[in-house]
């Protein structure tokens, strides 16, 4: 979905940023509306508004995998696939999952891509060893049902890693970091893409739950060893985890 600038300024669906943030279905409206928007030029506003540390921040989340060579891994909420690459790169088979069909149009990578919901994902129970997402956690309604559908899909003892923005710990990065995100992004995304999406990406920060939180949900989806890492001094975080061996039912 390629708009103009003039089109930018009306396309409908797209987060108010006036308005409350968006709950429910309502937001995954709005979240598909938005990526959709923003995919043909998504990538080059990653890289001006990251200064190109986002490629950095995607290889360690799929070294932090640790799988075996020729292993499966889902890219969660792929976008335009960054770490199906990266996961290429580092020899595993991936296979990327995204509701923004628009996303999927200008994705840049030779894996398998497939239009879905991460609640339902298209893969049979214990098939895959390891899924990565990438700026994702902050965009689905709920996180225990997503982490409960990881579970599901993923093999005894695979892996799963899980990088998002977040926000630093120390005082003066806090600081600088808020007006960067708050005022610097969304002028970077007004003038290289949408104005309106990118006022709203920074609001979205506000859906993502403290770390120990996250931490537990991860713990009470069956996750075992959950870990949450602050990168580039706060700036993002990584949370990784392992899923429990399968517990076998006795149906006699």
Request: hydrophobic share 45%; with cysteine; net charge positive.
């Given at each position: 979905m390629t708009v103009s600038p003039t089109e930018r300024r009306t396309v409908a669906g797209l987060p108010d940023p006036n308005q409350p943030l968006p709950v429910g279905d309502a937001k995954?409206?709005?979240?598909?509306?938005m990526f959709d928007t923003i995919a043909p030029r998504y990538d080059l506003v990653n890289r001006v508004m990251t200064f190109g540390m986002d490629r950095g921040w995607r290889r360690t989340t799929v070294a932090s995998l640790s799988l075996v060579p020729g292993s499966v891994v889902v890219d969660l909420a792929c976008g335009t696939g960054d770490l199906c690459r990266d996961a290429?790169?580092?020899?595993?088979?991936?296979?990327?999952?995204?509701?923004?069909l628009g996303m999927l149009v200008h994705a840049r990578t030779?894996?398998?891509?497939?239009?879905?919901?991460?609640?339902?994902?298209?893969?049979?129970d214990h098939s895959v060893a390891g899924v990565v997402s990438g700026f994702a956690l902050r965009n689905f309604v709920e996180l225990p049902p997503v982490f409960a559908e990881l579970a599901r899909v993923l093999q005894p003892g695979g892996r799963i890693a899980l990088l998002d923005a977040a926000r630093p710990e120390r005082a003066l990065?806090?600081?600088?970091?808020?007006?960067?995100?708050?005022?610097?992004?969304?002028?970077?995304?007004?003038?290289?893409?949408?104005?309106?999406a990118y006022r709203y990406l920074p609001r979205s920060m506000a859906y993502l739950p403290?770390?120990?939180?996250?931490?537990?949900?991860l713990a009470a989806a069956g996750f075992t060893q959950p870990e949450r890492r602050l990168l580039s001094g706060g700036i993002t975080q990584l949370y990784t985890a392992t899923a429990a061996a399968a517990v076998r039912k006795d149906n006699s």
């Amino acid at each position: 979905m390629t708009v103009s600038p003039t089109e930018r300024r009306t396309v409908a669906g797209l987060p108010d940023p006036n308005q409350p943030l968006p709950v429910g279905d309502a937001k995954v409206a709005a979240v598909r509306t938005m990526f959709d928007t923003i995919a043909p030029r998504y990538d080059l506003v990653n890289r001006v508004m990251t200064f190109g540390m986002d490629r950095g921040w995607r290889r360690t989340t799929v070294a932090s995998l640790s799988l075996v060579p020729g292993s499966v891994v889902v890219d969660l909420a792929c976008g335009t696939g960054d770490l199906c690459r990266d996961a290429v790169r580092a020899g595993y088979r991936a296979v990327g999952v995204d509701l923004s069909l628009g996303m999927l149009v200008h994705a840049r990578t030779p894996s398998p891509l497939i239009q879905g919901d991460a609640l339902r994902l298209p893969f049979p129970d214990h098939s895959v060893a390891g899924v990565v997402s990438g700026f994702a956690l902050r965009n689905f309604v709920e996180l225990p049902p997503v982490f409960a559908e990881l579970a599901r899909v993923l093999q005894p003892g695979g892996r799963i890693a899980l990088l998002d923005a977040a926000r630093p710990e120390r005082a003066l990065l806090r600081a600088g970091h808020s007006v960067y995100f708050g005022h610097v992004v969304p002028l970077i995304g007004g003038l290289l893409s949408d104005k309106t999406a990118y006022r709203y990406l920074p609001r979205s920060m506000a859906y993502l739950p403290p770390g120990p939180t996250v931490l537990a949900q991860l713990a009470a989806a069956g996750f075992t060893q959950p870990e949450r890492r602050l990168l580039s001094g706060g700036i993002t975080q990584l949370y990784t985890a392992t899923a429990a061996a399968a517990v076998r039912k006795d149906n006699s």
